[in-house]
């Protein structure tokens, strides 16, 4: 799942177009059944029942389909992030927002990044799936 997972994201970023034509589309062509079949095929066999493995593999795509579309659209690069930080942080006042402005803090002096990871969400949903299994 984390191999389908990190290959599909890979494939979306390079073909920019794809994920809203994807998520839009009611009728589905054989590639797209392909796709499902073989993932639902994957979470049955390993112990899901149907319904579960409908569950995962929502999940696990809202997140792929989710993320791209951030990654696609986010309004800078991510070499800029700093610099949008400290432009940004005196919209952020500490009594009204914090953790907001001590996190954006935390990016301004270079202390994170504050880039957001695909693969740390998709371990998070991943990690959660045995709990699931009956």
């Not at 799942?1 to 890979?10: G, K």
């Not at 493995?53 to 800078?76: E, K």
Request: aromatic share 14%.
């Amino acid at each position: 799942m984390r191999q389908r997972a990190i290959a599909a994201h890979t494939m979306l970023l390079r073909h920019p177009w794809a994920t809203l034509a994807i998520v839009s589309r009611v009728n589905v062509g054989p590639a797209t059944l392909r796709y499902v079949d073989a993932t639902l095929g994957c979470l049955v066999e390993a112990g899901f029942s149907f319904e579960q493995a409908d569950r995962v593999w929502n999940a696990i795509d809202s997140h792929i389909y989710g993320f791209t579309l951030q990654a696609l659209n986010f309004p800078f690069e991510a070499a800029e992030y700093a610099t949008v930080a400290r432009d940004y942080v005196a919209m952020i006042p500490p009594k009204q927002y914090p953790y907001l402005n001590q996190l954006t803090h935390h990016v301004r002096a270079g202390r994170y990044d504050g880039l957001h990871d695909f693969e740390f969400g998709l371990e998070l949903l991943l990690n959660g799936l045995e709990e699931w299994l009956y």
